[in-house]
């Protein structure tokens, strides 16, 4: 057999910003995303849809989609039958949180717009869809709520009778003493923050493939974490694990919202075993902004207090967190996130931060990029620009007064979380030889003689990463019915050819090429040579999947052992066959060989064909050479950094133009600098997506507004501007590669650099505060109105931010406590 | 049905049709050349850009009855693993994808740019692709690869 060819080594891939392995099939077409998986016999479905939010089902009408051509079936959700609902997995220790059961499709009630009632299968794409048509479904209508504070009131329509009030849940996290906060302030500030409801609009829709033969059911699917979906499966039709297997092919981009377990995947699975036929659903791009989840959807009583000379004293906030009217995997534990990091960059002695969830006639919410922690930092951030205006302060002094002290870390906050590292004085000044502030505040001025408004906003961010210690955020812990870890097996071959299973399952992450470099100078061989499979339940040990920005400081430390595992018995056969002490054998330049002697060794090929052909092995050692690890950290990891933001603002129209943007982000050692750098885009553009653009809006009745593309406006290459990206390289102390993670740390920075940059150039007119989305319209009513007219301001339509009518003026004149707050 | 004949990437084809049928659904399901792809069904997001006689168009608003005698190139056809279009050679290089679902329709819609402008600004090529969107890269890498391509294929003959 011959030996694979060894590549010439560099002296480390770890580190290098080398090509993707992925990209050859992805740039010439390809790729292989799930609805371009066919099958043999295989049916479409398409589904039924509740074009009310709020009503009773009064009657189904089957006939004329049944007798439709090409119809194999029509089942509406009486016939449906299932083992168990779908899965909601947070039970946190101590807090009744209310849970309606969630089935794939509606019985009785429907209670958002884009629930689905009934699905029809048949062997045409477009024919299913006419056949969809003639479904006939009498609704009788019932109250409806969408604003979450108005369903808080005692007198509102309620989403689930039988639960008998709106509010989910409460959930606090907190230390200190908030009395003490407040009596030691000589100021404090207080803001409504809201943080609205957007999409996570991964250009890929969501799409299944399901195919039930032998008793097996194998379901190609567009999920970021296979292995649980398997378990989901197998708990709703009464199957074992074992007789499932669940494919995620190439993802086209996930950003959370292919995290959950759909009844779109249950439905097909089942309409599978029912007509003995495979099952294609594909969504359509109106199906997804109705009923797949949205994220945020918060609004954020912020208080904080500080001394006259900037010392933070406390912070609080409430958020009231619109979940919609049923859960997904882990809708009402989203909030929670915002609480773990409310603490931000800053030592703040006092702190507490009250979740209560809320059921509205609306998709649920659930995890999209950054899944609570962009409303932390951006509650966090802009309340520290409002204070330091308010304190007549530098807002960046202000922050390095209250910044957790290099020397601090690890460092515990007050809520009792443990920061594992940081330099957050290093990463602002890194930010600040990009930025030169001085001149900037004189351009300011300058422009601003002329009618230019710019503005510059800061957010110095963190995060939490790394998901995560199981007995931190398990069952007797924060309450997840799961554990965290990550696995991975690294299987030399024969030929010194390697792969590695890994159980996450990337969507653009780019983890078959920064894992491969892990993976290939551990073990002594080039990137090109180690295949990293990943995201299929046939093939890898179990794993978690890819979310929360978790891939590379779990998964990728769990190959790490796994391939250290390798070299080692790789040195202790390379020890046995070139007569040395395994001790005296060394990795270099891709040859384990015996220390001061370089000429004597072997290649990894030489010792995997010792392995396998077990003819001179040391004493007791078995054959073959692949290692399994199952990782689980003991800490989160903690990545942060510093953004700065600046924009023009049109005082005629209330445009904005992001003119610049500079980060300065750290999540440890770079695996591959190149990869850092695409998620810092693309995360950064999905903040300034949410701060500019984007928002989900209902309307009064419930109806979705934003259904399309047209009306939900994701940023396009014209809107943004190029970036100036730098890093700071603080290793973590949790794993062996000192990793942190990136993949949403752009997202969780930027709406707050963002908006703090637009109040920076519109406080001249008189504007102290804005909410997001800083539309055109939103800015020029608050201009506007600080100006003293009063602008007609009608319902800022779907791309529109609604201005709320708080902050402008003085800072500190808006807020009140959610009690007082009432309708917005 | 109504019969089509259309060439697409060279080869030539003759399909019958309903006359409803999306173009783009006659080059992935019927002519299997998955790298087109849809993402939005209202021709916002570009995923679905091909080359229909020489002019980029968004395939999930053109019906495949409107291509009947025409060329069509898909992102298959532009180049291979072995012979990258200069395009591709420079998302590669310049980090323009991630996921890879928008990939196919910007580098279709990057082709179409270059072949009217040799040499665009940043803001040509902002403003070329402002139709095509991509939730991964921020831009930032495309725009940067669609620049490094156009110099790429200065000298080269169309």
Redesign the interface.
């Known amino acids: 057999m011959s030996t694979v060819e060894q590549a010439p080594q560099v002296e480390k891939w770890v580190g290098q910003a080398m090509r993707r392995k992925e990209d050859p099939r992805m740039i010439t077409g390809r790729g292989r995303y799930v609805d371009d998986v066919v099958m043999p016999g295989m049916l479409h479905m398409a589904v039924v849809r509740s074009p009310e939010a709020h009503a009773r089902i009064v009657s189904i009408d089957v006939e004329g989609a049944k007798s439709a051509p090409g119809v194999h079936g029509v089942f509406t959700g009486e016939d449906i039958n299932l083992e168990s609902p779908l899965p909601m997995a947070w039970v946190p220790p101590g807090v009744e949180v209310k849970t309606p059961e969630t089935l794939p499709l509606a019985k009785g009630t429907v209670k958002y717009v884009g629930q689905a009632v009934a699905i029809v299968l048949g062997s045409d794409k477009y024919g299913v869809r006419d056949a969809a048509e003639q479904v006939f479904v009498e609704y009788d209508p019932l109250p409806v709520v969408v604003d979450p504070e108005k369903a808080l009131e005692p007198s509102s329509p309620l989403v689930h009778e039988d639960i008998g009030t709106n509010q989910t849940h409460e959930w606090t996290i907190g230390g200190g003493d908030m009395d003490a906060a407040w009596a030691e302030a000589d100021i404090v500030v207080e803001r409504r923050i809201v943080n609205h409801r957007t999409a996570g609009a991964p250009i890929e829709p969501r799409a299944c493939v399901a195919d039930w033969r032998g008793g097996q059911l194998t379901v190609h699917l567009t999920t970021q974490n296979p292995h649980l979906i398997r378990l989901f499966l197998a708990g709703e039709f009464g199957l074992s694990e074992d007789r499932i297997r669940v494919i995620a092919p190439d993802v086209g981009g996930g950003f959370g919202v292919k995290i959950p377990h759909y009844g779109e995947e249950v439905l097909a699975a089942w309409a599978s075993r029912k007509l003995g036929r495979p099952i294609k659903w594909t969504e359509s791009r109106s199906e997804h902004m109705s009923s797949t989840i949205h994220g945020r959807d918060q609004i954020d009583y912020v208080k904080v207090g500080a001394k006259r000379d900037g010392t933070i004293t406390g912070l609080e906030c409430t958020a009231i967190c619109d979940l919609g009217a049923y859960y997904t995997l882990l809708t009402p534990f989203i909030p929670c996130f915002t609480g773990f990091v409310i603490s931000g960059c800053y030592k703040i002695p006092n702190l507490k931060y009250t979740a209560r969830g809320v059921f509205t006639n609306k998709m649920a919410t659930d995890a999209t990029r950054g899944a609570g922690r962009p409303e932390a930092t951006h509650l966090v951030e802009v309340i520290v620009e409002q204070l330091a205006a308010e304190l007549g302060m530098d807002s960046l002094e202000l922050r390095r007064k209250n910044f957790i002290p290099k020397e601090d870390f690890p460092a515990e906050v007050a809520i009792g979380v443990v920061y594992d590292s940081g330099d957050y004085h290093g990463s602002l000044d890194k930010l600040l030889t990009h930025v030169d502030l001085d001149a900037f505040r004189r351009e300011q001025e300058e422009l601003r003689a002329k009618g230019i408004y710019r503005g510059i906003g800061f957010s110095t961010w963190m995060e939490i990463c790394g998901l995560a210690p199981s007995r931190v955020v398990g069952p007797s812990g924060v309450g997840l019915q799961a554990g965290f870890y990550e696995s991975a097996i690294v299987r030399i071959h024969v030929s010194g050819a390697v792969t590695a299973y890994s159980g996450t399952a990337p969507h653009g992450q780019g983890l078959d090429t920064s894992f491969a470099q892990i993976v290939a100078d551990r073990v002594g061989t080039t990137p090109d040579q180690v295949d990293v499979m990943h995201g299929d339940t046939g093939t890898g040990p179990f794993g978690m999947g890819t979310y929360g920005s978790r891939s590379l400081a779990v998964g990728g430390e769990s190959l790490a052992q796994s391939a250290l595992k390798v070299a080692d018995k790789a040195k202790r056969i390379a020890a046995h066959l070139l007569e040395a002490a395994p001790e005296d054998i060394e990795l270099t330049d891709g040859k384990y060989s015996v220390k001061g002697s370089p000429d004597k060794g072997m290649t990894l090929a030489e010792v995997a064909g010792a392995a396998y052909v077990p003819e001179n092995l040391p004493e007791g050692m078995e054959p073959g050479l692949e290692e399994t690890t199952f990782y689980d950290p003991e800490n989160f990891t903690w990545p942060f950094g510093a953004h700065a933001c600046i924009v023009d603002v049109d005082a005629e129209t209330g445009k904005v133009d992001v003119v610049r943007y500079v980060s300065v982000d750290d999540c440890g050692p770079a695996i591959n600098p190149m990869l850092i750098e695409g998620q810092i885009h693309g995360g950064v553009v999905h903040g300034i997506g949410q701060a500019l653009f984007e928002r989900i809006h209902y309307d009064d009745d419930g109806q979705l507004v934003t259904g399309t593309f047209v009306d939900y406006a994701l940023p396009s290459a014209a809107d943004v501007p190029n970036f100036e990206t730098d890093r700071t390289e603080t290793p973590s102390p949790v794993n062996s590669l000192g990793v942190k993670g990136v993949g949403e740390a752009g997202t969780i920075a930027s709406s707050a650099a963002v908006t703090n940059a637009v109040i920076d150039a519109v406080r001249p007119l008189g504007v102290g505060y804005l909410d997001m989305p800083l539309s055109s319209q939103s800015i020029w009513a608050a201009i506007q109105e600080a100006k003293g007219s009063s602008p007609v301001v009608g319902d800022p339509g779907p791309q529109g931010g609604q201005f709320n009518g708080h902050g402008t003026g003085s800072a500190g004149s808006g807020p009140t406590s959610p009690s007082e707050g009432g309708a917005s | 049905m109504a019969r089509v004949s259309l060439t697409v990437n060279g080869v030539q084809y003759t399909e019958e049709v ?1 006359p ?2 999306l173009l783009v ?1 006659l080059i ?2 019927k002519l299997g ?10 021709s ?2 570009g ?1 679905c850009t091909l080359h229909l006689d020489g002019q980029a168009v968004k395939s999930c608003t053109v019906l495949a009855v409107q291509a009947d005698g025409s060329e069509v190139t ?3 056809g532009i ?3 072995d012979d ?1 279009h200069p395009l ?1 050679e420079a ?3 310049h ?1 323009g ?8 329709g910007m ?1 279709m819609a990057g082709a179409d740019l270059l072949s009217h402008n040799a040499d665009p600004s ?1 803001e040509d ?3 070329a ?15 940067k690869a669609v620049l490094d391509a156009a110099q790429a294929s200065k000298g080269v003959p169309a």
């Open positions: 309903e409803r049928l659904h992935r399901d050349l998955t790298g087109t792809h849809v993402g939005c069904d209202t916002n997001c995923a898909t992102i298959e180049g291979t693993e990258l591709q998302f590669w290089k980090h994808l991630q996921c890879g679902y928008c990939t196919p580098i940043e090529v902002r403003e692709l402002a139709g095509n969107l991509c939730r991964c890269t921020g831009y930032h890498n495309i725009v």
